[in-house]
Every structure is written in structure tokens, then in C-alpha cells.
């Protein structure tokens, strides 16, 4: 019988299932991925909010207030825990409420990793609840990061020289790995496997006692039982860092360091020291003005892998630097003392995302072109930059810009 000699009410049936069958046939995981919407995460660290960028258009979409609870953990602290918090702060030069971000899976739940507060928090983000809080051992909560599945998250904590894993359902902490001196940066490998965790050292003390400063440490734990598989020793401490897609090389910026080094691994040596030029300002600068020892501070990488975009910190400027002969292909300036500070790819692979801590915005950086392409204002003093994916119900939440 053809479809048009067909009865009607039989026809609409066999539509249905079948449309009904191509439905069934799209996995869960990938239905709802396609309704996420890629962006950029902003942590906004003196005001204590999480700033939302969208991650094609660099449109501010929102942000979201992490520090509900502010008076509340500071009323919890013993005297110990207090005197930890104000002398913090004045290392940092005031408080530092936001250190890390990262989003879930599903797009839904907030993790902050809550710098001078010394803990880390996850919030749900459609409905604003704070879902659970954990205070870290010593005084001060650094980089973390969420693993590829989603099923654990790793967090420094600064002073007590060691990294710990949490749940992130339940912010119990599951274990915990021994670092160098003041851990500092956390990232799984692509496969979730192992996790790279580097340390600065003793960020307080000045230049010429650099020696007492503690072991500037490359830590490779294998994330499952959180043993050390290798350890790989610097001689300055470690800053914003990546792996090459090879696996095996590491670019590094430095304490001190006008710039970045290619490492390899597998020889467990350093390839090249590169040394950027310094502008006006920073020439200006002792090594003992640098911020927390850095004179450099962001990296990241092409999704091609053919350049690096490496921020200047003292010298108000981002160069992006070509991987194959570490040459400048070009240079984008910032008004002095705008402290650029870190430094993140775009979900595309295309731009560079750079935070302006004391300008209070981010700015786009094309690859290709060298040139800055937009200026984005959002919260005061932003630092870290994660991108991920969030649900149109949380980013309908945010609070709106501006």
C-alpha cells in the first residue's frame, strides 16, 4: 500500500515511531551536549565573583557571586586559621577570593577554588545554592582542576605542600599528594590518567634568599591512586605551564624570567631559555616588585600547536610566539600597570584570551594575526580563565553585566 493510499491515523503512527526511533538513536550525552553553550570562565578575584563570556562572540553573558557565605567562614576561623588568613592577604596585596573556576559535565554546578579563604566550593548555578564547602589543610587554596570525567577535582593547597582530591559531588576530600614547595598549577592529561602539578616556592621571600625558597617542582601523580610516578627539578619556580600535544614538551614560564623555556621531558632538560624584551615599565620594576615572583605570567597554545601566546606581565604587553622557532610574530601593548595575568585558549583553538587584573577586563588576541580583536570589561581583578560549557538554565541565572 503506498503512503498516500494509506490510512491517515496509520500513517501518523508509523511518522511517529519512526521519528520516535531516530530520537532513541541520539545518546543522551550528546543531545544535551548540543544544547550547552561554550564559554569563558573569568574569576574575579578582589570583587568574588565568577565572570561568564561567551565563547564565540566574547559577549559578557553574567556572572555569579561565589562568596555568599563570606562573613560566615570568616566568624568559623580559630585564631590560628585567622592570623593564616590576614597574613595572606597581605602577601597578596589584599584579598584574593577567587584562584580557580571550572564548570561540570552537565553545565550546571560551579567549582571555586576560594584562594585567602583556604577552601573550595561548588554552587549550583540555576538555583544559586552553595552545594557544599571544604577548608583545605594549611592557609591558602591555589589552582585546581576538574578531571576529563567529571568524577574528581584536585586542588593545591599552598602552604601545606601537598595537592588533595575532592568528590566533587560531596567535597569530601577522597586523597592527597605530595608536591614541591608551594604548589602552584594542576592538569590532567587528555585521557585523565595522570595529573602535572608544578610548585613556586616560598613566594614571600625575596631574590637573594631564592635558595631557601623550597623545591621548584614538576610532580607527574597518577590520578587514579595518587602515587608520584616521575618528579623533574627546576631551577626557578614553576609559573603558568603546558604540555605539548607531543607529550613531552613542556613550555614554562619562570620566576623572575623575562619570558618562557622549552623543557623536554624525556631528556629532563631545558631546550631553550627565550627572553622577551622588557617595556618601559618594566625595566623600571626590582625583581623583589614582580607579583608573587612573576614577570612573566600566562601561557597558552594554538589549537593547531603552531603558537604560543605568552603574557607579559610586568611589561603590560601579550606576544604571540611561533612554536617551531620561538620567534615574535607580533605584539599586543596594554596601558601601563594593566598587570596582564594569565592567558587561555578559546574553545576553537583560534584566540588568545588574556585577564587585565587591574584594568578589570579580558582581552581577545587572534592567533593569526597577532592583534587584539576585543576588549571585554568584566569583574575586579580577574585572574584565572577556564573555558567550558554551561546550560542555558544556569547562564538564564547570572546575574546580567554591568
Not at 561568564?52 to 555568599?68: A, C, E, H, K, M
Not at 567549582?111 to 545554592?129: C, E, I, K, P, T
Not at 580563565?385 to 547562564?395: F, L, S, T, V
Request: proline share 5%; net charge negative; aromatic share 8%.
Amino acid at each position: 500500500m503506498s503512503g498516500k493510499n494509506m490510512p491517515g491515523g496509520r500513517l501518523r503512527a508509523l511518522v511517529v515511531c519512526a521519528v520516535t526511533a531516530v530520537v532513541l538513536s541520539v545518546p543522551v550525552s550528546s543531545a544535551r551536549a548540543a544544547v550547552l553553550r561554550d564559554v569563558l570562565l573569568v574569576g574575579n578575584s578582589q570583587s568574588g565573583s565568577v565572570s561568564f563570556i561567551d565563547g564565540r562572540t566574547y559577549q559578557n553573558l553574567g556572572s555569579f557571586n561565589v562568596i555568599p557565605d563570606l562573613q560566615q567562614r570568616l566568624a568559623e576561623m580559630d585564631p590560628i586559621q585567622r592570623a593564616g588568613y590576614e597574613t595572606v592577604k597581605q602577601i597578596e596585596g589584599g584579598d584574593r577570593f577567587v584562584d580557580d573556576v571550572q564548570l561540570s559535565l552537565n553545565g550546571e554546578t560551579l567549582y571555586v577554588s576560594r584562594g585567602n579563604l583556604d577552601d573550595a566550593s561548588a554552587f549550583d548555578l540555576v538555583s544559586g545554592r552553595q552545594l557544599w564547602h571544604t577548608r583545605l589543610d594549611g592557609f591558602h587554596a591555589d589552582h585546581a582542576a576538574l578531571s576529563p570525567d567529571g568524577t574528581r577535582y584536585v586542588i593545591s593547597a599552598t602552604t601545606a605542600q601537598v595537592a588533595e582530591m575532592l568528590d566533587p559531588e560531596t567535597g569530601a576530600v577522597t586523597g592527597r599528594f605530595t608536591t614541591g614547595t608551594y604548589p602552584h598549577q594542576n592538569d590532567y592529561t587528555p585521557d585523565g590518567k595522570y595529573i602535572y602539578n608544578s610548585s613556586i616556592g616560598i613566594t614571600s621571600l625575596p631574590k637573594a634568599l631564592e635558595a631557601l625558597k623550597g623545591s621548584f617542582q614538576l610532580t607527574k601523580v597518577d590520578a587514579t591512586t595518587l602515587q608520584v610516578v616521575k618528579t623533574w627539578k627546576f631551577p626557578h619556580g614553576i609559573r603558568p605551564n603546558l604540555v605539548a600535544p607531543d607529550g613531552n614538551t613542556l613550555y614554562a614560564q619562570q620566576s623572575y624570567l623575562n619570558g618562557f623555556i622549552k623543557y623536554d621531558l624525556a631528556q629532563s632538560k631545558i631546550v631553550a631559555t627565550v627572553t622577551m624584551p622588557y617595556s618601559d615599565h618594566g625595566k623600571s620594576l626590582s625583581p623583589d616588585d614582580y607579583p608573587q615572583n612573576s614577570a612573566h605570567h600566562g601561557l597558552a597554545l594554538s589549537g593547531d600547536g603552531a603558537k604560543l601566546c605568552d603574557v607579559g606581565t610586568i611589561d603590560d604587553y601579550a606576544a604571540i610566539v611561533g612554536t617551531s622557532d620561538l620567534s615574535t610574530k607580533g605584539v599586543v601593548n596594554y596601558p601601563v600597570d594593566s598587570l596582564p595575568y594569565w592567558g587561555t585558549s578559546s574553545v576553537d583553538g583560534r584566540r588568545c584570551f588574556v585577564s587585565l587584573s587591574k584594568a578589570n577586563a579580558v582581552s581577545v588576541i587572534d592567533y593569526d594575526t597577532a592583534t587584539e580583536v576585543a576588549r571585554v570589561p568584566v569583574g575586579v581583578f580577574p585572574q584565572r580563565e577556564r573555558i567550558g560549557q554551561a546550560a542555558p538554565e544556569a547562564i538564564a541565572a547570572l546575574t546580567p553585566a554591568g
